[in-house]
């Protein structure tokens, strides 16, 4: 499924000055740098085979377009009983993972190449293509790829490979027009240099509208809102959920709130029975904190809507805080079982609003 997103609004996302230097994108594990002000326009909720679409701002012809297989989990086929409980059983008789198949590499690149020619045909304009030979690369040689380029109905740069480390089948490319060409050139590569497939400290970061937010990778989002002035993530991990919102304009809602005042309006949670506290976080500022045991509503609530039982969240920790270095608000929620402690300090102190520029 993929969703195409409103335009943030200038007054939002760049006036006050966030991270001018470049533009960091995280997405379903996959991240990257760009130049400033680039704009994530599209994407898929699915994190086994997704889409990112990454746009120049103004004006601009230049994308950036990334798209991702799981090598490991091929078609979405009916579990068969011994799929089902194979990772059980591996665990029991210690067999070694099953061999994911071999992925053909040029075979994949081809059918890609093939799509793009007949835009070109629609456009009557002639399509050429390059293929570079098959190469090995990454910091740990993880990589087998392909570079390519072609021009048609419009100009492209990119690469296909695979990690051997997630998995991950992976096409990213830059596209524009034939004017672009110098841009097209630069911005792949710097795409190249710093584009991830997967996560190398357990962590994944969703970084959007200079947002960056380290979550553990063993989350997985669940539903997103991502406005002009509010973006909303919320992630779970079998039965517990962490539920991340920021506001801008956050002078403008301090006029009128107090920071537990907002916060209340959209806790998951009463926070009548919890106890508040304070924290400083690794940003610098303080967080007016709640925590506690959820209540019986919010169990039997949780029961109705999850989909698994299992780590079965009893405890709440919210919390809540301004950066007046970006004008937002940021509020974090965790709902969690009783074995999983520090989960909400762990996500609040990787939640990266503003630069050490910015301070002061
Ligand atoms: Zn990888
Ligand atoms: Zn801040």
């Not at 579990?79 to 061999?99: D, G, I």
């Not at 970084?207 to 990778?217: Q, T, V």
């Not at 989909?307 to 270095?325: D, H, I, K, N, Q």
Request: charged content about 25%; hydrophobic content about 35%; proline content about 4%.
């Amino acid at each position: 499924m993929a969703a195409a997103l409103q335009e943030p609004s200038k007054t939002d996302s760049h006036k006050d000055g966030t991270n001018a230097e470049k533009t960091v994108v995280g997405w379903q594990g996959m991240r990257c740098e760009l130049p400033p002000e680039w704009n994530v326009t599209g994407f898929s909720m699915d994190r086994e085979s997704g889409y990112l679409r990454v746009d120049s701002p103004g004006n601009g012809t230049v994308t950036v377009q990334i798209r991702w297989t799981n090598a490991a989990k091929p078609a979405q086929k009916q579990p068969s009983l011994y799929t089902m409980f194979a990772p059980h059983f591996r665990k029991l008789f210690r067999q070694p993972e099953p061999v994911v198949p071999e992925t053909d590499l040029k075979g994949n690149l081809e059918k890609v190449l093939k799509d793009t020619a007949k835009l070109a045909k629609k456009a009557k304009t002639t399509f050429e293509s390059s293929i570079k030979a098959e190469k090995i690369e990454g910091e740990n040689d993880e990589r087998i790829s392909i570079n390519f380029a072609w021009s048609g109905a419009g100009k492209g740069q990119g690469k296909i490979w695979r990690c051997k480390t997630c998995n991950r089948v992976v096409v990213a490319q830059v596209v524009g027009m034939g004017k672009d060409q110098n841009s097209i050139s630069a911005i792949a590569a710097q795409l190249f240099a710093t584009l991830k497939d997967h996560s190398e400290d357990g962590y994944d970061l969703w970084g959007l509208y200079d947002l960056k937010l380290d979550i553990p990778e063993d989350f997985r989002l669940e539903s997103q809102k991502l406005l002009s002035g509010h973006l909303h993530l919320a992630f779970i991990r079998q039965a517990e959920r962490i539920v991340f919102d920021r506001w801008g304009l956050a002078n403008m809602t301090r006029k009128k709130f107090t920071l537990p005042e907002w916060f209340q309006n959209s806790a998951v949670t009463s926070l009548k029975k919890l106890q508040k506290s304070e924290a400083i976080l690794s940003s610098g500022h303080e967080a007016v904190t709640y925590s506690g045991k959820l209540s019986l509503i919010a169990r039997a609530q949780t029961l109705k809507e999850s989909r698994s039982l299992r780590r079965f969240p009893t405890r709440y920790a919210g919390g809540v805080w301004e950066c007046t270095e970006t004008n937002k608000i940021f509020s974090l929620q965790v709902c969690h079982s009783k074995n999983t402690q520090g989960l909400w300090e762990d996500v609040a102190n990787r939640c990266f609003c503003h630069s050490a520029a910015e301070t002061g």
